[in-house]
């Protein structure tokens, strides 16, 4: 008899995690055998979850904070892409007892982007990111594969707007947070990967009257959806596309791995999750 596969989203706190919301959905909607859970996990506790979850009959997890760097170094295989950003969201149980581990937060940011703002080109010119936090590595990353040819970055503590570029080189320059405002006129693109306008943290105060209509604007964050950030870009006539979208195609990737069918993210899928 083959054990029903399950997954899960591990990290600490989890209760506000949309993951089993999602992928719950997926299920229903594909008529798939399978469970998703969500499970809070302590520090001290990471590795040796990792060891029994296989047991229990966990094909995979997703990955989210505090856990993202830590898991690293349970796993035995690592995903270029994860390499290179320094952190796992997606991990697979082999049937050999191994694990892989991915990180398809970068695949999620393009995906997302490159559903809400069609007629955006990569090639166009540079893209703006505000932080220097894990996200912004995943999403220089997909940028600088998309092909964007220069990554404008500024952060509230240049040091570590500093050390992202000596890890990713020349196509990054660094801005001071203070002067963010001035270079928002040559980017086609404008990345918020800080929590700045998220729900309970402090707000976004630099300027956007620089701004084209042109320019696309995005926002990781999700809650709320529609983050002031995003407000002030479209009321300057900018595209822009929120945060859900990249936590709801990052899921793909892993769902594809653990249940065997690729999902497809739409309005329904939006809804469901919002629901």
Same mark, same amino acid.
């Given at each position: 008899?083959?054990?029903?596969?399950?997954?899960?989203?591990?990290?600490?706190?989890?209760?506000?995690?949309?993951?089993?919301?999602?992928?719950?959905?997926?299920?229903?909607?594909?008529?798939?055998?399978?469970?998703?859970?969500?499970?809070?996990?302590?520090?001290?506790?990471?590795?040796?979850?990792?060891?029994?979850?296989?047991?229990?009959?966990?094909?995979?997890?997703?990955?989210?904070?505090?856990?993202?760097?830590?898991?690293?170094?349970?796993?035995?295989?690592?995903?270029?892409?994860?390499?290179?950003? #320094? %952190? $796992?969201?997606?991990?697979?149980?082999? /049937?050999?007892? &191994?694990?892989?581990?991915?990180? *398809? =937060?970068?695949?999620?940011?393009?995906?997302?982007?490159?559903?809400?703002?069609?007629?955006?080109?990569?090639?166009?010119?540079?893209?703006?990111?505000?932080?220097?936090?894990?996200?912004?590595?995943?999403?220089?990353?997909?940028?600088?594969?998309?092909?964007?040819?220069?990554?404008?970055?500024?952060?509230?503590?240049?040091?570590?707007?500093?050390?992202?570029?000596?890890?990713?080189?020349?196509?990054?320059?660094?801005?001071?947070?203070?002067?963010?405002?001035?270079?928002?006129?040559?980017?086609?693109?404008?990345?918020?990967?800080?929590?700045?306008?998220?729900? #309970? %943290? $402090?707000?976004?105060?630099?300027?956007? /009257?620089?701004? &084209?209509?042109?320019?696309?604007? *995005? =926002?990781?964050?999700?809650?709320?959806?529609?983050?002031?950030?995003?407000?002030?870009?479209?009321?300057?006539?900018?595209?822009?596309?929120?945060?859900?979208?990249?936590?709801?195609?990052?899921?793909?990737?892993?769902?594809?791995?653990?249940?065997?069918?690729?999902?497809?993210?739409?309005?329904?899928?939006?809804?469901?999750?919002?629901?």
């Amino acid at each position: 008899m083959t054990q029903t596969p399950k997954a899960c989203v591990i990290g600490n706190p989890i209760s506000h995690s949309l993951s089993p919301k999602l992928h719950g959905y997926w299920l229903k909607t594909y008529g798939l055998p399978g469970e998703y859970t969500a499970l809070q996990v302590a520090e001290a506790d990471l590795e040796a979850t990792l060891r029994h979850l296989p047991e229990q009959g966990f094909v995979g997890v997703n990955v989210t904070l505090p856990h993202k760097v830590d898991v690293l170094q349970f796993v035995d295989h690592i995903s270029d892409r994860a390499t290179l950003i #320094g %952190a $796992a969201n997606t991990l697979t149980f082999k /049937d050999d007892g &191994r694990i892989f581990a991915d990180n *398809t =937060d970068g695949y999620g940011f393009i995906s997302n982007l490159r559903q809400g703002a069609p007629s955006w080109d990569p090639k166009s010119g540079p893209a703006v990111i505000f932080g220097a936090g894990g996200a912004a590595r995943a999403v220089i990353v997909a940028l600088a594969d998309a092909g964007v040819p220069e990554i404008i970055l500024t952060n509230r503590t240049r040091a570590k707007a500093e050390a992202l570029r000596a890890d990713f080189g020349a196509r990054i320059r660094v801005v001071d947070w203070v002067q963010a405002g001035t270079v928002l006129e040559e980017a086609q693109v404008v990345i918020n990967t800080t929590s700045l306008g998220m729900k #309970g %943290a $402090a707000e976004f105060k630099v300027p956007l /009257d620089g701004l &084209r209509p042109e320019t696309v604007v *995005t =926002d990781i964050v999700y809650n709320p959806l529609r983050t002031p950030f995003l407000n002030a870009a479209e009321k300057l006539g900018c595209t822009t596309v929120d945060g859900l979208g990249m936590l709801l195609h990052q899921g793909v990737p892993g769902f594809e791995r653990w249940f065997g069918k690729r999902p497809i993210v739409d309005e329904a899928t939006r809804q469901a999750v919002l629901a």
